[in-house]
């Protein structure tokens, strides 16, 4: 399995932090993605990193990729109470009919 | 542009009852997919279609249930004879292309009694 699987489980922060969240999978990807899920809602798309690329910014978001580690991170700068919601890797592979396999996701609290 | 629509948003049946769900995917995107969502099970993929064909369908949990694309701009997920371990959110998303950026509808709330 290409599962990503997200790091921590839950993170609790205050408002103006930065928050960070991190991604692991297993085996040789395409493409990692970053969704956000507000509760109740669908999954919105935030951010796609290719596996040639190593970092990547979109406004106060930042993702990089270490494909020798198999991991990505996720960072959020300046938090506000709105960035509240779950946060899902997914990745998609480069055989297997590019099937995207969803992690189970990072719960993101911001105080305000 | 509309997004992905999907219908009902909510869905209560009692055991043993069919159950359709809807979706209408964005107009010019080529792929389109269901997904399951439980707090157990986390965010699981049952189905894709590319250019209306099924492309895996091996997350489809059993014969209970069955998807169809009969067109590029609607798909249903039909669920004979629901079980209450069927309850969940159910997630149609769509992309141009199968490697694309997915964008998901609001979900259909299933609750199976």
């Known amino acids: 399995s290409q599962q990503g699987e997200e790091d921590p489980q839950a993170l609790s922060i205050q408002e103006g932090e930065n928050a960070t969240m991190n991604c692991s999978y297993k085996?040789?990807?395409?493409?990692l993605q970053w969704y956000r899920q507000n509760s109740g809602r669908g999954l919105v798309h935030l951010i796609l990193i290719r596996s040639n690329e190593r970092e990547k910014h979109s406004g106060r978001l930042r993702v990089t990729l270490d494909t020798s580690k198999k991991s990505s991170s996720l960072l959020i700068t300046a938090s506000r109470a709105a960035d509240t919601a779950s946060y899902f890797c997914?990745?998609?592979?480069?055989?297997?009919?590019?099937?995207?396999?969803f992690g189970a996701g990072t719960r993101l609290f911001v105080k305000a | 542009d509309a997004g992905v629509i999907q219908s009902p948003r909510h869905e209560v049946t009692e055991m043993g009852q069919e159950v359709t769900l809807r979706c209408k995917p964005i107009?010019?995107?080529?792929?389109l997919f269901w997904y399951r969502q439980t707090m157990m099970r986390g965010l699981e993929l049952l189905i894709y279609f590319n250019n209306n064909v099924p492309i895996d369908d091996s997350g489809m949990p059993e014969d209970r249930f069955s998807a169809k694309m009969p067109n590029a701009s609607f798909s249903t997920l039909k669920i004979q004879p629901s079980e209450p371990r069927d309850s969940a959110v159910y997630f149609c998303a769509s992309s141009r292309g199968q490697t694309d950026t997915q964008y998901f509808g609001p979900g259909t709330r299933l609750t199976v009694l």
């Open positions: 085996t040789s990807i395409n493409n």
């Open positions: 107009s010019g995107h080529n792929s």
């Open positions: 997914a990745t998609r592979g480069n055989t297997g009919g590019f099937k995207t396999i």
